[in-house]
């Protein structure tokens, strides 16, 4: 066999099960133990530190200066009781990934070494970290970027490192991160939620959005990995037939767990618990080694701190395991791709769900009016919150027969569904004159809900009894893109909702019929993005766009949604972002996209030049001779003997001459593209162009894959990717 992949092969076979990263004791004895929260803080500064600390995670109160030497005093003491040497603060930049860069606390003066970590440093940190994307935001030469402690999720420690979650922003204040226009988004929400929930409930003074995360990932092992230059370098499968056995025998969902991976997930489960973070759930999904873990919800920010976390701690437990976690959204073709399903709620400060229908009628109405506010929210930009998930990478499994459809609808269920059915067709929407419709409507709620346990897996946002999941989401994407952009569009909706009472209220109506006759309007001007149907389905698509749902055919085009006027009112109304920073990632995007798309390009025509190629050659040398030989032998009648060879040799021929003719087409259209000064019109050609060429390729090549003797086969197959 090709000793490359024979070597990978070899290696791959002599990987152990194994158990590296062992704690004593139940978990609860080392649960969140490289954390630095709250409880623990109060142990390391005095009490008037520990309030200033307390006062900026809870209100968001600036940090006073004279206070954060004292908080950075105490957290170097706790980190180097941790053994930790160096502090990082980390932040999320436009990019879905983290970045860091690590100070020593040690310092020397006078000859002499200490630790140092002076207040200043813990507030901010000035990376110079000048080539991240900014899209135009910050020239290098005079806005520099600067990282800010975000004081409401926890410092940790990570391999010897005091690692500070921050924010990271312009001198000119414009945000060069996902994580400060979510924390902008959360503000906007909480205050438009509140002026909500007063209207039933004065005691509500703060909203807070929860996220539970689910990541779904594949594992590949690390030599098969290795020998495969797609994987490595773009995260996925440029090429690569499909297996003869897949997942259509739907034996491996929820099915055991192989005892190689179920020792990696324990291991990555221990790290995880150390620094926190709950994961409650593990097992196998529908494709060959694609698995799912989840965490136990909480805070928004946190469990997006989290996630990021858990991701960089898979990928460095999995190099002890010899395995390499794969989160792109589509690494193999023919089988499902992998999302991260994002469950989202409200909660008050006092610790009311509300997305949970209540038990009482007003407590109904306030269900009713925030699920109201956010099914126009979703309808009125369900374009946007599709666009908010657009990438390259997700681009492969969106819309498949497996993935939500690139069109958004709300999955509300049966019962849920029913209720605002009968919401539309009242008559008369008073609530307290005992009108029995009204009434029996508002208060057969917390009845029947419990029964209502439906799931509808095609839905990119389905209601699941007390939150919504919106399943669209990329495996390997930052959440916050897409959490900013639905509490935008969800707090811009509350807002609306409230106004609009109030004016009624203002005419004389009482308080629960101006928010029943709200919530009818409501529910009448968006139910078009309700559907209980199958999402996969023709049918779904025609009837979605009879309704006027716009799909994300396009990733490109979708991104023009930013420059839509609804979008950048949106935005700026509520000071999440401003049009300049709506620009800036507008031509980031473009601009990722491009990169990404040009790598895989490039990928694929090295690939395809320096492995498949010289493989077919080889093997058509192989049947060339053997022709050559059977003529010898038998002379004019030959062909009588090699008919079938001939005809291999023909198409082992015809798809030689089809992949380097259309990898030249390749270079070319990336060529021409290159040429496009604008980046969002050349990101179009890419997609259109660049992409059509790279299937192009891919289709003759895979064919080869089939025709090619397996043992001069270079790259790893499918068959020997998924199964271990
Ligand atoms: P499923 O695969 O059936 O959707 P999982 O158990 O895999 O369910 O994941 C559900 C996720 O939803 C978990 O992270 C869980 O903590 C989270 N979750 C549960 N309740 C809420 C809630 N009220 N708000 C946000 N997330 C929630
Ligand atoms: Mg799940």
Redo the contacts with the bound molecule.
Sequence with gaps: MATFRQRALDEAASHQTGRYYLEEGPVSEYFGKNVLDLDKMQAYMSPQAYEAVLASVKFGAKLDRSVSDEIAEGMKTWAMEMGATHYTHLFHPLTDSTAEKHEAFVSVKEGKAFEKFKGSALVQQEPDASSFPNGGLRNTFEARGYSAWDPSSPVFIMDGTLCIPSVFVAYTGESLDTKAPNLKSMQALSEAATKVVNLFDESVSAVNV?????QEYFLVDESLYNARPDLMLSGRTVIGHTSAKDQQLEDHYFGAIPSRVSSFMKDFETEAYKLGILL??R?NEVAPNQF?C????CDATRAIDQNMMLMIVMQKVAEKHHLKVIFHEKPFDGVNGSGK?C???L?TDTGV?L??PGKTPTKNLQFLSFYAAILKAMHKHHYLMMASVASLSNSYRLGGNEAPPSVMSVFSGSTLYRVFQSILNMKDVKVDSHTQESITIVNSLPEIFPDNTD?NRTSPFAF????F?FRAVGSSQNVASATYIINSVVAESLNDFYDQVAELEATGVERSDAVMTIVRKFVAESKDIMFEGNGYSKEWEEESQARGLRAVKNVPEAYEVYHEEQTVELFSKLGVLAKNEIEARFEILNETYVKKLQIEARIIGDICLNHVIPAAVRYQNVLIENVKGIKDIFGEGYMDFCSAEIETLKKISTYINNVSVDVEELVEARKRANKIENIAERAKVYSHDVKDMMDKVRYSADQLEMIVDDEMWPLPKYRELLFF
């Design positions: 929860n996220l539970g995360i689910e409650q759930t097992h799912e989840a965490p136990v919800y399903h469950n989202w709620s909660v769900q997305l949970s799931r699941t009894g007390n939150r999941e």
